[in-house]
């Protein structure tokens, strides 16, 4: 009987930890949305959201490609 009530423990903290984290997201993606960072494509300088940028150490990409490309442009 104990385990029951263990299980239905755990089984409540996973509902509400996925519940929290589900509004946490939405709150920060309503944020961006209204004040997001814009960063420059390391390879043909279009500007784009961060959030929607591929980033590799100091530099952002607009695409995969791009990165692919710069980095077979620098070595
Ligand atoms: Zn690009």
Do not use: Q
Request: overall charge negative.
């Amino acid at each position: 009987m104990g385990k029951l009530i263990f299980i239905s423990i755990i089984v409540l903290l996973v509902y509400w930890l996925i519940k929290a984290r589900k509004h946490t997201s939405t709150k920060i993606e309503s944020l961006a949305d209204a004040s997001e960072d814009m960063v420059r494509c390391a390879y043909c300088g279009v500007h784009l959201p961060e959030s929607e940028s591929i980033a590799n150490e100091d530099n952002f990409f607009c695409s995969n490609e791009h990165l692919h490309k710069y980095l077979a442009s620098k070595s």
